[in-house]
């Protein structure tokens, strides 16, 4: 009689969950299908960065799309002005912003007369863009290399070397023209060793008063120099107010350099 019972209770039971079998089923086919009929239509996927994270910096904007795009007849526009440039690269819009853009300002980007090379069409795309007042280092990871990337590289020179201690040489009696000279000197020796200086910090400067008794016509002084952290004992004889010798000096005391004299051309 129980396994009668226990029989019967099972039958019940799986009568009881076949509705919700078939309803699961019927949802999961649904979705599925929905997932497939989206893959087909012509649609925005996303932008990068997302609207709501444009800042100030924000060098450009994407506008992904889920088919490869024609570029024929692409219209977009940008009110107040901040629109630098647009193209089209395969599934993406790419807009170019006039950086920097006003922080608080609410811009609005409009994109229209929008296709795919299937010869299918969107309608037009509306975005209200207020940038943040964001650093460098709060970017994305993705917005920082773009702004790298739009960076136009420097060229080196003495010009890029960033000198600090100089205002010491000056103030111990050497012409702007004589610094001037200096600085072309430590350009010149970094072309020697093969190595781009960032930086020259020059500290502990001794530089010889004039001896008005002496038939020399030169002075000479020391001072130590730190290039990109090598620090060397650094020699100048100069003369009048815009020739100078520059004498390196590495940590053993062997000359490593010798600028000969640099005159003001």
């Known amino acids: 009689m129980q396994q009668q019972v226990t029989s019967h209770i099972s039958r019940v039971s799986r009568r009881d969950y076949r509705p919700l079998i078939i309803l699961t089923s019927v949802l ?7 997932v497939f009929m989206q893959s087909l239509k012509f649609h925005v996927i996303s932008t990068n960065p997302s609207i709501k994270s444009v800042s100030t910096l924000t060098p450009s904007l994407s506008i992904d799309f889920s088919k490869p795009l024609a570029a024929s007849g692409l219209r977009v526009t940008m009110s107040p002005s901040g629109l630098r440039s647009y193209s089209v690269a395969g599934k993406k819009i790419i807009i170019l912003f006039d950086s920097p853009l006003l922080a608080g300002q609410t811009y609005l980007l409009r994109v229209s007369a929008i ?13 209200h863009i207020t940038p943040l007042n964001l650093n460098f280092n709060q970017l994305s990871k993705s917005q920082q290399a773009a702004i790298l990337k739009q960076q136009v590289p420097v060229q080196y020179s003495q010009n890029t070397i960033t000198f600090s201690g100089d205002d010491l040489l000056q ?34 400067v001794a530089l010889s008063p004039h001896d008005p008794e002496s038939a020399s016509t030169s002075d000479s ?5 730190a290039l990109d952290g090598t620090t060397y004992t650094a020699r100048i ?4 107010v815009s020739t100078l010798q520059l004498q390196l000096h590495n940590n053993r005391g062997d000359l490593v350099y010798d600028s000969g004299r640099l005159s003001l051309e």
Request: glycine share 12%.
């Open 28 to 34: 999961v086919v649904g979705y599925l299908g929905f």
């Open 237 to 240: 004889n100069y003369w009048d």
């Open 171 to 204: 103030s111990a009696g050497l012409s702007a023209n004589q610094l001037n000279e200096l600085k072309r000197a430590v350009f010149d020796y970094s072309g020697v060793i093969h190595k781009q200086f960032k930086a020259a910090i020059i500290s502990q």
């Open 115 to 127: 296709s795919n090379t299937s010869g299918g069409h969107i309608e037009p795309l509306t975005y």
């Open 221 to 225: 002084g020391t001072f130590n120099i």
